[in-house]
């Protein structure tokens, strides 16, 4: 057991308050108490509110036997045992550590009860034959009384500095910017068993011990803090902390390779076949909803990857997995559909009809997934060129009924988007077979896909679909859009509004060549009359 005093020293009167501590078998104090040092800190800056001078600050004591009048708070259950003034008197020979703290008379009054120094003794009492000095921002300072031996044993730091000037009883760590820790980490000198002292703190106060443990060349602790940091678990904003201060003592030549293993790998790059076994799990997946959740995953986890430079030399292997699962979605695809196209298939019970319509679903919904990461990719144009050159599964599709065939054309519709978009840029040739094999099929699939598929957005469809069309020459323009304006005259709200694109025909049909006449003519005329006033500006020429 042992004890802090905390003193505050006025003219004719000394009160003493209690400072709790806690005492390991092998004399650690484990700052138990780091309001102490905190609301230090905090009532010298000048920028804080100042609190009532009538409301001294509140010491944290852990009451063991005598109940106090004063109401103050216990520490948690798990550190060791607290001994406070009221517990013992100052004659009592039972061994202690005391440590008396003056507090200066603050500049302003209202503060002045806090302390500005504070002195601790570690081991047996009157035992130290050192003293280190902490110094802190705002002119804090703290005393330790500590055993050479013990410091020169553990501090690399320390021992160098006794080493140069041999026959020092006390040094001085000036601008520590955690004199808590600081005080900690010299504690965990005097410990058999520095990882045990670690359990239940937190990833944040373990990284501050590692690094004043490595300011003091403190390696048996540096090593425990490893030990910890490899056990635990952290992610996020730990995980980037966790790697910048590991990363900073490879150096040091202490085991960091456990740690960074969690993050990192021996091999540079991802291999070809882990991104494929990822891919084909998730497309072969029969459980709807964990297959609609992990696609939105790898979705996301894709592009944020798109977004890193150093990416890129990756990029050609996932390309070739993601066409080699198009093209097998393709295969079953077209498989599906021919087996669904052939006579009597429609007069099969439900039972042996529902297995085929679930998996031709499953395929379009498979290839939706594929093409959108294609396009974030900027990689889908091969795709176009693949989808507007399956001739035999257009064909197929007008013998389907409506209910077993509208999914496939949701990748026509993302096509025509990511081409409305820029996100595509597939030849001309390429967007006039696109037009000429998909646009019917979507047309007469439309009223299905505004309701039966739920990721439809008809707005986004229509722009994607007129702009596509108006990317080709202007006979194709008007040769697409009188046929549309045929079935949209027939269906109404059941065929896709293309009035904008129409809108942009007409004008460049019937507007544009009168307004480049005209055009032609003011040019024309204006450089007729051009010398006239040159002439009248120069009569003399």
């Given at each position: 057991?042992?004890?802090?005093r905390?003193?505050?020293?006025?003219?004719?009167?000394?009160?003493i308050?209690?400072?709790?501590?806690?005492?390991?078998?092998?004399?650690?104090?484990?700052?138990?108490?780091?309001?102490?040092?905190?609301?230090?800190?905090k009532?010298?800056?000048?920028?804080?509110?100042?609190?009532?001078?009538?409301?001294?600050?509140?010491?944290?004591?852990?009451?063991?036997?005598?109940?106090?009048?004063?109401?103050?708070?216990?520490?948690?259950?798990?550190?060791?045992?607290?001994?406070?003034?009221?517990?013992?008197?100052?004659?009592?020979?039972?061994?202690?550590?005391?440590?008396?703290?003056?507090?200066?008379?603050?500049?302003?009054?209202?503060?002045?009860?806090?302390?500005?120094?504070?002195?601790?003794?570690?081991?047996?009492?009157?035992?130290?034959?050192?003293?280190?000095?902490?110094?802190?921002?705002?002119?804090?300072?703290?005393?330790?009384?500590?055993?050479?031996?013990?410091?020169?044993?553990?501090?690399?730091?320390?021992?160098?500095?006794?080493?140069?000037?041999?026959?020092?009883?006390?040094?001085?760590?000036?601008?520590?910017?955690?004199?808590?820790?600081?005080?900690?980490?010299?504690?965990?000198?005097?410990?058999?068993?520095?990882?045990?002292?670690?359990i239940?703190?937190?990833?944040?106060?373990?990284?501050?011990?590692?690094k004043?443990?490595?300011?003091?060349?403190?390696?048996?602790?540096?090593?425990?803090?490893?030990?910890?940091?490899?056990?635990?678990?952290?992610?996020?904003?730990?995980?980037?902390?966790?790697?910048?201060?590991?990363?900073?003592?490879?150096?040091?030549?202490?085991?960091?390779?456990?740690?960074?293993?969690?993050?990192?790998?021996?091999?540079?790059?991802?291999?070809?076949?882990?991104?494929s076994?990822i891919?084909?799990?998730?497309l072969?997946?029969?459980?709807?909803?964990?297959?609609?959740?992990?696609?939105?995953?790898?979705?996301?986890?894709?592009?944020?990857?798109?977004?890193?430079?150093?990416y890129?030399?990756?990029?050609?292997?996932?390309?070739?997995?993601?066409?080699?699962?198009?093209?097998?979605?393709?295969?079953?695809?077209v498989?599906?559909?021919?087996?669904?196209?052939?006579?009597?298939?429609?007069?099969?019970?439900?039972?042996?009809?529902?297995?085929?319509?679930?998996?031709?679903?499953?395929?379009?919904?498979?290839?939706?997934?594929?093409?959108?990461?294609?396009?974030?990719?900027?990689?889908?144009?091969?795709?176009?060129?693949?989808?507007?050159?399956?001739?035999?599964?257009?064909?197929?599709?007008?013998?389907?009924?409506?209910?077993?065939?509208?999914?496939?054309?949701?990748?026509?519709?993302?096509?025509?988007?990511?081409?409305?978009?820029?996100?595509?840029?597939?030849?001309?040739?390429?967007?006039?077979?696109?037009?000429?094999?998909?646009?019917?099929?979507?047309?007469?699939?439309?009223?299905?896909?505004?309701h039966?598929?739920?990721?439809?957005?008809?707005?986004?469809?229509?722009?994607?679909?007129?702009?596509?069309?108006?990317?080709?020459?202007?006979?194709?323009?008007?040769?697409i859009?009188?046929?549309?304006?045929?079935?949209?005259l027939?269906?109404?709200?059941?065929?896709?509004?293309?009035?904008?694109?129409?809108?942009?025909?007409?004008?460049?049909?019937?507007?544009r060549?009168?307004?480049?006449?005209?055009?032609?003519?003011?040019?024309?005329?204006?450089?007729?009359?051009?010398?006239?006033?040159?002439?009248?500006?120069y009569?003399?020429?």
């Open positions: 057991m042992a004890e802090i905390l003193t505050r020293v006025e003219q004719g009167q000394t009160k308050r209690n400072v709790p501590i806690a005492v390991t078998p092998e004399g650690f104090w484990c700052c138990p108490s780091p309001v102490v040092f905190q609301k230090t800190l009532a010298q800056n000048p920028l804080n509110k100042p609190k009532p001078s009538s409301s001294p600050p509140k010491i944290t004591v852990h009451k063991k036997q005598t109940p106090m009048t004063e109401r103050k708070p216990t520490l948690t259950p798990s550190r060791p045992g607290i001994v406070s003034d009221d517990q013992r008197t100052f004659g009592s020979d039972t061994p202690g550590l005391s440590a008396p703290v003056a507090a200066e008379r603050a500049p302003r009054p209202k503060i002045e009860n806090l302390p500005r120094k504070v002195a601790i003794e570690f081991g047996e009492p009157g035992t130290s034959d050192m003293k280190v000095i902490l110094l802190g921002k705002q002119g804090f300072c703290v005393k330790l009384s500590v055993h050479k031996n013990i410091l020169v044993e553990n501090s690399r730091y320390i021992a160098e500095k006794l080493f140069e000037q041999s026959g020092l009883s006390s040094l001085e760590i000036d601008d520590c910017e955690d004199v808590e820790i600081y005080v900690e980490t010299v504690g965990l000198m005097y410990c058999k068993e520095i990882k045990q002292r670690l239940k703190q937190s990833v944040s106060r373990v990284l501050r011990i590692l004043v443990a490595e300011l003091l060349g403190f390696n048996s602790c540096m090593q425990s803090c490893l030990e910890y940091l490899e056990a635990v678990p952290w992610v996020g904003e730990e995980e980037e902390k966790v790697v910048s201060s590991v990363l900073r003592l490879q150096g040091e030549g202490i085991g960091v390779t456990p740690v960074l293993k969690r993050v990192s790998s021996d091999i540079s790059r991802p291999p070809k076949d882990t991104l076994q891919i084909d799990l998730v072969k997946s029969n459980e709807e909803r964990g297959r609609r959740e992990m696609k939105s995953v790898v979705l996301k986890l894709l592009r944020e990857n798109n977004s890193l430079p150093s890129a030399g990756s990029a050609d292997i996932c390309n070739e997995t993601l066409y080699s699962s198009c093209k097998s979605c393709l295969n079953s695809l498989s599906w559909f021919r087996q669904a196209a052939e006579p009597g298939f429609a007069d099969k019970p439900m039972d042996s009809k529902e297995p085929v319509v679930k998996h031709i679903a499953l395929e379009a919904d498979n290839l939706s997934w594929l093409v959108e990461i294609l396009a974030d990719r900027q990689a889908a144009d091969e795709f176009a060129l693949l989808w507007a050159g399956q001739q035999e599964l257009a064909t197929l599709h007008s013998k389907l009924t409506i209910v077993s065939r509208y999914h496939v054309s949701c990748i026509t519709a993302r096509l025509f988007v990511g081409i409305g978009r820029g996100e595509l840029l597939p030849t001309k040739d390429t967007r006039q077979l696109l037009l000429q094999t998909w646009l019917e099929p979507l047309i007469n699939d439309y009223s299905w896909l505004q039966g598929c739920r990721s439809f957005d008809r707005k986004v469809v229509e722009e994607g679909i007129g702009r596509t069309i108006l990317t080709l020459p202007l006979e194709e323009q008007q040769s859009l009188l046929s549309w304006l045929g079935s949209f027939k269906a109404g709200d059941n065929c896709p509004n293309l009035q904008r694109a129409f809108e942009v025909w007409w004008r460049r049909t019937f507007i060549p009168h307004m480049e006449v005209q055009g032609n003519l003011l040019q024309s005329d204006s450089s007729m009359t051009s010398p006239v006033v040159e002439l009248r500006k009569p003399h020429e």
